[in-house]
């Protein structure tokens, strides 16, 4: 069965940098999309970033939520089961539970209903 493991989340000071991990594993795919979304108190849950390892966009991997992009910068493994999200620059707006989601295939959406996989959950908090 896939499994999304978390972890990096915490507590971090406006303007600090945090980031965060997530590893796939139990998976037979050859090949796969991992994003992370995030979910504020009282908001949806909504995309942040996609990476593929057989996802060229312009010569790109990944894929930004473009209020996010030259922010936060996602990143795959070399072994192909991990993405690290790179978050700088934190402010408050950013304080959220940030989940590691994952589907079969080379293929990028900002939909959460478009990845079959999901992790728990780490909560990153800014503070002011």
């Known amino acids: 069965q896939v499994q999304l493991k978390e972890s990096g989340g915490g507590l971090i000071q406006t303007g600090g940098s945090l980031t965060l991990s997530c590893t796939v594993s139990?998976?037979?795919?050859?090949?796969?999309?991992m994003a992370w979304f995030r979910q504020a108190p009282g908001k949806e849950r909504e995309f942040v970033a996609a990476?593929?390892?057989?996802?060229?966009?312009?010569?790109?991997?990944?894929y930004y939520r473009p209020s996010l992009k030259g922010r936060f910068f996602i990143s795959g493994s070399d072994t192909k089961d991990t993405v690290n999200l790179q978050m700088n620059n934190l402010n408050p707006e950013d304080t959220a539970v940030y989940y590691c989601?994952?589907?079969?295939?080379?293929?990028?959406?900002?939909?959460?209903?478009?990845?079959?996989?999901w992790g728990q959950g780490t909560r990153v908090t800014v503070s002011s």
């Open positions: 989601a994952a589907v079969r295939g080379a293929k990028v959406s900002t939909m959460s209903n478009s990845y079959a996989y």
């Open positions: 139990e998976h037979t795919f050859t090949s796969i999309t």
């Open positions: 990476f593929g390892w057989n996802i060229n966009l312009n010569g790109d991997n990944a």
